[in-house]
């Protein structure tokens, strides 16, 4: 009986260890919607950032001249 029991323990252990390290079909569309919605968000806040640059003038302290012990 005690090899029956080892067995069985073993079916089940290898059966977990699958369980915990196979992804089934709808982890894999679950991580596919994740991934295309962090690549809109992405794109969208690269967007946003390209519309609001500045383009900088010819006046300002970013041209002044730098300090000769800088």
């Known amino acids: ?27 894999i569309a679950a991580a596919e919607r994740r991934v295309l919605e962090r690549a809109r968000r992405t794109a969208a806040r690269a967007e946003a950032q390209a519309a609001g640059a500045r383009t900088y003038t010819v006046r300002g302290r970013h041209l002044a001249p730098r300090p000769a012990g800088a």
């Open 1 to 27: 009986m005690h090899l029956a029991h080892a067995v069985a323990a073993a079916h089940l252990a290898e059966r977990a260890t699958v369980r915990l390290h196979r992804a089934d079909a709808h982890e």
